[in-house]
Nanobody, 119 residues
Framework: QVQLVESGGGLVQPGGSLRLSCAAS????????MGWYRQAPGKERALVAN???????TVADSVKGRFTISRDVPKNTVYLQMNSLKPEDTAVYYC?????????????WGQGTQVTVSS
């Protein structure tokens, strides 16, 4: 099992910044990807950005140039720096840890943290 503890989030004005953190613990997978998804009311959960343990990243087009994902591999912690926030970034943000063992993917999720962008 992998446990995820998220921090950060909150209320910010448009154009502001927030930083999300997510620390993983437990039985880590040697091949893994950590990242963030978000879900706005009435919408499906969607990938925001992820990063593998080699440092390769995937970033959604809607946040490119504004959000940066990074990772501290020894600490099993992933960060999402969110700049130039827009009202449409308002959502619950979920940390995800995906690990592969014997070709089988297992996903673990954080409890979610609310990000609200509003004046």
């Amino acid at each position: 099992q992998v446990q995820l503890v998220e921090s950060g989030g909150g209320l910010v004005q448009p154009g502001g910044s927030l930083r999300l953190s997510c620390a993983a613990s437990g039985s880590m997978f040697s091949t893994n990807v950590m990242g963030w998804y978000r879900q706005a009311p009435g919408k499906e959960r969607a990938l925001v950005a992820n990063i593998n343990n080699g440092g390769s990243t995937t970033v959604a087009d809607s946040v490119k140039g504004r959000f940066t994902i990074s990772r501290d591999v020894p600490k099993n912690t992933v960060y999402l720096q969110m700049n130039s926030l827009k009202p449409e970034d308002t959502a619950v943000y979920y940390c995800n840890y995906a690990g592969w063992r014997f070709g089988v993917r297992r996903d673990y999720w954080g409890q979610g943290t609310q990000v609200t962008v509003s004046s």
